[in-house]
């Protein structure tokens, strides 16, 4: 194995949104930065549909009422990162203020989306209840069937593709080193993590590592099992279609809804583009687009708006969401001294993006978890000890 002669601060093992922006955020803050990854800004961000829906997306339970805060939290943050972001590298990352529309085509659905309604109230959610004609008169296009909705007026987007080639940018003008290459496994020395091995064989040395490879952040080689993040993979389908000019605009903002159990949802792009996502599918790595995912999405999304199979279908993609145990990101130090992650952030890691930054430059510059991340900490998945029994005690 050779070394490299120069270590980092901090090595970011992938280089999708979260360990670019990790990067980035870490490089403001004086930190030698290195990324690791052949093909920095790629992954799941290249399929995601980029909408920031911390209130459309809102679940019930604990751990999701915990989620929500963050999720508000860095949809708060959104608009003055997107616009350093852009003033920092003179790009344009399609981040669109435009709101959601979350619709209900039948009786159950609606049902539900009422219970959506009093929790985001509770929540002290904006969102205003809508019936099937005033949904319709705020977006044409929607099939007569719509029985009513929710508009969400504070729930916009972003293109994902945009937003990583950015962060790409905006880490290589903050001196941020990219070596792009797989990292083969985790050196550990004396107890702490010390850097990677890559693919080719180089050593690169750091004080920090981050682990932030999306759905592979448990697969790096060397990481101890009890640190090992505990996160899988699940695939999500996605279409792109075009709107033709005479057809603008088709929709002006994102609608969603709840087709047979599935999410499904429609992102309007300024430029034409229109985003039709997604299928969610336990299938470990398997990211082929399938017949019946493609199938089940057009039918789906007909059904809200029917006129959508006039338009032409541009492309069509499978990616992993990064899923933890309880759903909700992992963040900050491991039980590994010197190892930390950033993963786990599964159908949020667009929204949850400027949050995460901001609090792994945080931790890693001071070793302090920032309040609004505590709940997230790779502890909380730690071993239970195991109660000590009256025959073992004896
Ligand atoms: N956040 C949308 C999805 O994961 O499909």
Same mark, same amino acid.
């Given at each position: 194995m050779s070394r490299t002669s120069e270590g980092s601060d901090v090595l970011v093992v992938g280089g999708g949104i979260i360990g670019l922006v990790t990067a980035w955020r870490a490089a403001q803050r004086g930190l030698r930065t290195a990324v690791v990854d052949?093909?920095?800004?790629?992954?799941a961000a290249q399929v995601a549909?980029?909408?920031?829906?911390a209130v459309t997306e809102l679940h019930y339970g604990e751990t999701e009422q915990t989620l929500l805060g963050l999720n508000v939290e860095s949809a708060r943050r959104y608009p003055a990162f997107a616009a350093e972001l852009s003033e920092a590298t003179?790009?344009?990352?399609?981040?669109?203020?435009c709101g959601t529309l979350a619709v209900a085509l039948d009786s159950d659905d609606r049902a539900h989306l009422r219970e959506l309604h009093a929790l985001q109230h509770k929540s002290g959610l904006d969102s205003e209840w809508l019936s099937g004609r005033e949904c319709r008169r705020l977006e044409?296009?929607? *099939?007569?069937?719509? $029985?009513g909705g929710l508009r969400v007026d504070g729930d916009h987007q972003i293109d994902p593709r945009r937003l990583a080639t950015a962060l790409v940018a905006a880490c290589e003008l903050a001196g941020v080193r990219f070596? $792009?290459?797989? *990292?083969e496994r985790l050196t550990v020395a004396r107890e702490g993590a010390r850097g990677v091995v890559l693919a080719d064989g180089t050593g690169l040395d750091a004080d920090q590592v981050v682990l *932030?490879?999306?759905?592979?952040?448990? $697969?790096?080689?060397?990481?101890?099992d009890d640190v090992l993040p505990p996160v899988r993979p699940v695939k999500g389908q996605v279409l792109r279609l075009t709107v033709p000019k005479v057809y *603008?605009? /088709?929709?002006s903002r994102t609608v969603r809804a709840v087709v047979r159990g599935g999410n499904l949802y429609l992102v309007p792009r300024v430029n034409g583009e229109l985003v039709v996502g997604a299928t969610s599918e336990e299938l470990g790595w398997d990211t082929t687009v399938t017949a019946g995912g493609v199938y089940e999405l057009l039918r789906d999304a007909h059904e809200l708006v029917?006129?959508?199979?006039?338009?032409?279908?541009?492309e069509t993609r499978a990616g992993l969401r990064p899923c933890s145990p309880d759903n909700a990101p992992i963040l900050g130090p491991t039980a590994l001294p010197g190892l930390l992650l950033a993963t786990g952030?599964?159908?949020?890691g667009v929204l949850l993006t400027p949050v995460t930054g901001d609090s792994m430059a945080h931790v890693l510059a001071t070793g302090a978890l920032p309040e609004v991340a505590r709940? /997230?900490?790779?502890?909380? /998945?730690d071993a239970v000890p195991a109660p000590v029994s009256v025959e073992q005690s004896v």
């Open positions: 052949p093909e920095p800004g790629g992954g549909a980029g909408m920031l829906a003179g790009l344009d990352l399609g981040y669109r203020a044409p296009m929607l *099939a007569p069937s719509v $029985r070596h $792009r290459q797989w *990292a *932030a490879g999306g759905s592979l952040s448990g $697969r790096l080689a060397g990481v101890p *603008a605009p /088709f929709l029917p006129g959508i199979t006039e338009l032409p279908l541009t952030h599964y159908r949020n709940p /997230f900490t790779p502890r909380r /998945f």
